[in-house]
Every structure is written in structure tokens, then in C-alpha cells.
């Protein structure tokens, strides 16, 4: 069973239509990249698999043991993070709120996975020292580790690599890659940039005024592909 | 020096100063705490906004002649509260502009209730002392100074239970939401805090003066700290003395209260920008 159901979904906001009749579905340990052009929606489709807002019609189900808030979740940065007061330590262990209910203070666990996702993001010498202060591919493994303390099943990047420069864009990419590859979880991004989603995913979604969802193979055999790519070029 | 310090202790046998000093420094603490909050998320003006709305809830129960305002002023703040910190996302007005029609609506119209239906003989007298709250706290009786120190241990304990959740949904509140946290329900708690927050200093610094309790420390925090909890005990510290420095000075060398411990607050923030100036290098 898929872990992650859309079913004939239709988004937009305040009675304005801007995608609709949208189906795909998404199993344990697959890759799917999102792409598609500005304003074709896909934030819009993010917030919605993540419950954030409702869609117009349609359905979102999640599957395969996966309940709705274990869906892990990488924002894209937000000007309230940029002068924010807050330690390494603190934004990881805050990941793993979710799961608190009304207890108010962590447990042993909580802080101990923590530690763990602290490790495997390679940010052990940076516990201490405050998020604003770190370059911009240090605070994306900050929240990374914070998105692996809420789950250990699914993530949602939203543009991960936005902002980055090359070699930190590719240290990023392979990082996210590790954590599909060896730590079996699924990984749905939204990226801009098609390159990379060529060579890392296993599923394409492409929206816009064409939708394509299959796999990569087929993707690039298929028409949408070829107008995007075209865009791309003139671009 | 000597004569001050006799003049001092003098004063701080009088109950009235025990008790201004014991709700003062109550009031400036919980402010502080939540102030952090309030300042991160950009909704600074919302205690401006809200201590208006407070002054004007208090004219309308000096026209009904309410001899005990406390629970209409506080049931009135609370729902605009909740009406802001709701309408902040996705309102059509904007939320600095529904803080800023909101606040100023109920200054005018709570002046407006209070000029034509107060049968005080000094009535100018009376808003100057609601606005800049300039002897209310020197005035307290015992039943009020009892309610202020329930509620202000209410919101401290409140605080501290909610003290993770609290930064979760400040600091990103999709991610809060996406991941199973109640964001909603907490920004209604947060509100609600707020709200009887506003009213309890209204007493010490009056309605136009209470923005400053809650920004100050929280700024002046951030200068110094770097984690979340660091900046909450520092502020909490820095709201603590300045207000307990301030009420001190004010008996002795006879000055406003409100305005007393804004001045101190002022002077401790450009001391504090200056230390954090030099610590980590000029930032803008």
C-alpha cells in the first residue's frame, strides 16, 4: 500500500482554481521531485499534503502505518528564522514536538534523537552556537535534522537547495540522497531545478498546463519533458 | 547617600510601597516572558493595540458604574486578543493595520464615553492616570493586589509548562502545525495570556506605557543571548530589576511610576546595545 494517496485533488485559494483533477500516489523509499513552472502550484500541493490548508476538492490519505504528522518537513526559510534567537540544540529538539501531546518538557528519547540526527546532519561542532549565525547550508541541515526528529518515514523539501551555492547545492543533494538510499526514507522535493531531479529521482510529478506522474523513465520520454526543457533553454 | 538610603527604608515599611514592589516586579516579569514571543513574531504593536482596547473597555465600565471593571476590562481584551492574533494570517486588512484601527478606535471613543458620562470632577485627571498610570499602583488595595499575584503566578506557571510548545509554534509554525503540534490552540493561549497581561499593568504603567514592558527586556535580551532560553532568563531577569529599580526610584525621589521605569527600561537597553555592540562587533 502507498503511503502517501492523492486523489483527484483540486488547489487554489480564495475560490481561484489552479490545478485540478490531480492524482498520484507515493510508496515506502521512492524519490518523487516535483517540478513545474512558477505559479503552477506546487507549494500550494506541499501545504496541502502536509494538512496545512484543505483542498478545494479531492482527497489526501496517507497509508502503509504512516499517520499525517509524521510527515517530516523541510520550509523553505522564513524572515521570522533570520534574526531568531535560537540555538542549534533548541530548533532540533523542537522537531520533535509533534509527538509531545500535552506533556510539557522531552524526554531521555527525545533529546537522545536529537543527539542521533544531530550527528548524522554532521553538525555536532555547531549544538551551541545560534542559527542565525550559520551560512546558509548549515541552517538547511538544521532544520533537515529537526524535519528527521519529527519522522523516520517520510520528508517534504521545499526547495532545498534555494540560496546555495554549488559545491554546498551538491553536499545538500547528497546528503538527502543518503537519507533516501540508505535510510529508506521517502523523500518528496520540490525543486526548481531539473538536472538534478533527472539524476536523484525515482517519480516525476510535473505540474503546470501539462501533468505528468510516472516514472522517470517514462518522463523523459514524454511531452512534458520536452516543453519544459525547451522553457528552460530560452529561459 | 545616607539620608537616601533612611528615606528608603523609611518608605519600604509603608505597605502601600510592599505592595506596589511585590505586583510591579509580578506584572514586568510575565510581560517580559511573553514579550519575547510577541517580538519574534512581529506583533510588537499587538500589546499597543490591546492596552488601548483595554482603556477603552475601562470607560465603558466607569459609564455602566461598575464598581469592579476587572472582569469586563479583562473578558473584552481577551476576545481582541483572539481576534488579532486570528486575523494575522489571513484577514483582509492587514495586521498592523487592524491593530492600528483597533487601538486607535477604542482611545478615542473610551476618551469620547469618558468626557460625557464620568461624574468625576477631574476627569482629565483620571485618563491621564489611565494612560500614563500614574499613581494606580500606589493606590492598590489589598483584594487587588491578591488578584494580581494569582493571576501573574497563573501566567508563570502557564509559561513554563508551555515553554517548549511556546517556542515551537514561534519559531516556525508551519512546521509546528504540519507535525502534529496544536498551533491554533496555542496561539489562543498565547493570546488569552496576553490579554490579562495588558490589563494587570495597566495598573503599574498605564495604557499607553505597557508596549514598553513588554518590548524592552526582549530586545534588550537579544542583544546579549543567542539560544531562546538564554534570552527568556535574561529578560526575565533585566524586566525584574528594572521595574523593582524603577518603582524604588519613583517613591523616593517622587516621580510617575509608569514613566519611571520606562526611562530605566530605555537606559538599560542602550547599556545592554552597547555591551552586545562590543561583544560580537558593530552590527547594524
Do not use: P, Q
Given at each position: 500500500m502507498a503511503q502517501l494517496i492523492c486523489q483527484d485533488l483540486t488547489l487554489g485559494y480564495d475560490g481561484h482554481e489552479i490545478l485540478s483533477g490531480l492524482s498520484f500516489e507515493v510508496d515506502a523509499g521512492e524519490y518523487l521531485c516535483i517540478v513545474g513552472e512558477n505559479g503552477s502550484g506546487k507549494s500550494t500541493l506541499m501545504k496541502t499534503i502536509l494538512g496545512l490548508q484543505s483542498p478545494m476538492r479531492g482527497k489526501v490519505t496517507t497509508g502503509d502505518g504512516l499517520r499525517r504528522s509524521e510527515i517530516g518537513y523541510l520550509p523553505q526559510q522564513t524572515v521570522v528564522q533570520r534574526d531568531f534567537p535560537a540555538s542549534v540544540w533548541e530548533i532540533v529538539l523542537s522537531g520533535c514536538q509533534g509527538r509531545q501531546g500535552l506533556r510539557p518538557f522531552y524526554t531521555k528519547e527525545d533529546k537522545a534523537l536529537a543527539r542521533e540526527n544531530i550527528r548524522k546532519m554532521g553538525l555536532e561542532a555547531l549544538t551551541k552556537r545560534c542559527y542565525r549565525e550559520l551560512s546558509g547550508g548549515q541552517q538547511q541541515r538544521v532544520l533537515l535534522a529537526r524535519a528527521l526528529c519529527a519522522t523516520q518515514k517520510i520528508l517534504l523539501l521545499d526547495e532545498p537547495v534555494s540560496g546555495l551555492d554549488p559545491k554546498v547545492t551538491a553536499e545538500m543533494y547528497g546528503l538527502i540522497d543518503t537519507l533516501n538510499k540508505r535510510d529508506g526514507i521517502t523523500v518528496i522535493m520540490i525543486s526548481h531545478d531539473l538536472d538534478a531531479a533527472m539524476r536523484y529521482a525515482t517519480h516525476i510529478l510535473h505540474i503546470g498546463s501539462t501533468v505528468f506522474f510516472g516514472s522517470k523513465a517514462d518522463y523523459l520520454r514524454s511531452d512534458a519533458a520536452s516543453s519544459f526543457r525547451k522553457e528552460d533553454e530560452t529561459a | 547617600m545616607t539620608e537616601m538610603i533612611q528615606k528608603l527604608t523609611l518608605y519600604l515599611q509603608y505597605p502601600f510601597v510592599q505592595y506596589a514592589l511585590i505586583v510591579g516586579v509580578l506584572i514586568a516579569l510575565c510581560s517580559s516572558l511573553l514579550g519575547i514571543t510577541l517580538v519574534l513574531k512581529r506583533f510588537s504593536f499587538i500589546g499597543d493595540g490591546l492596552s488601548h482596547v483595554a482603556f477603552g473597555a475601562m470607560a465603558i465600565a466607569a459609564v455602566f458604574r461598575l464598581t469592579n471593571d476587572m472582569p469586563l476590562m479583562l473578558a473584552i481584551t481577551i476576545l481582541s486578543a483572539i481576534l488579532l492574533l486570528r486575523s494575522g494570517q489571513k484577514a483582509k486588512i492587514k495586521g498592523d493595520a487592524a491593530v492600528a484601527m483597533i487601538s486607535v478606535?477604542?482611545?478615542?471613543?473610551?476618551?469620547?464615553?469618558?468626557?460625557?458620562?464620568?461624574?468625576?470632577?477631574?476627569?482629565?485627571?483620571?485618563?491621564?492616570?489611565?494612560?500614563?498610570?500614574?499613581?494606580?499602583?500606589?493606590?492598590?488595595?489589598?483584594?487587588?493586589?491578591?488578584?494580581?499575584?494569582?493571576?501573574?503566578?497563573?501566567?508563570?506557571?502557564?509559561?513554563?509548562?508551555?515553554?517548549?510548545?511556546?517556542?515551537?509554534?514561534?519559531?516556525?509554525?508551519?512546521?509546528?502545525?504540519?507535525?502534529?503540534?496544536?498551533?491554533?490552540?496555542?496561539?489562543?493561549?498565547?493570546?488569552?495570556?496576553?490579554?490579562?497581561?495588558?490589563?494587570?499593568?495597566?495598573?503599574?504603567v498605564g495604557s499607553l506605557l505597557i508596549s514598553a514592558l513588554v518590548i524592552f527586556p526582549a530586545l534588550s535580551a537579544m542583544r546579549l543571548f543567542k539560544s531562546f532560553r538564554s534570552v527568556t532568563v535574561c529578560a526575565a531577569v533585566y524586566s525584574v530589576l528594572t521595574a523593582a529599580l524603577g518603582i524604588l526610584v519613583s517613591v523616593v525621589a517622587d516621580t510617575p511610576v509608569g514613566s519611571t521605569i520606562v526611562a530605566i527600561e530605555i537606559a538599560a537597553f542602550v547599556v545592554c546595545w552597547a555591551a552586545g555592540a562590543i561583544k560580537g562587533g558593530v552590527r547594524k
Open positions: - | 478606535g477604542a482611545l478615542a471613543v473610551g476618551y469620547l464615553l469618558m468626557n460625557r458620562f464620568s461624574k468625576s470632577s477631574n476627569i482629565s485627571g483620571d485618563v491621564c492616570s489611565t494612560l500614563f498610570g500614574s499613581t494606580s499602583i500606589l493606590t492598590l488595595r489589598k483584594s487587588e493586589v491578591w488578584l494580581c499575584v494569582v493571576l501573574s503566578i497563573l501566567v508563570l506557571v502557564v509559561f513554563i509548562l508551555f515553554y517548549n510548545k511556546i517556542f515551537a509554534v514561534t519559531f516556525d509554525e508551519d512546521f509546528a502545525r504540519a507535525t502534529g503540534t496544536r498551533a491554533n490552540l496555542y496561539n489562543l493561549l498565547l493570546a488569552v495570556i496576553i490579554a490579562v497581561i495588558i490589563v494587570l499593568a495597566m495598573n503599574l
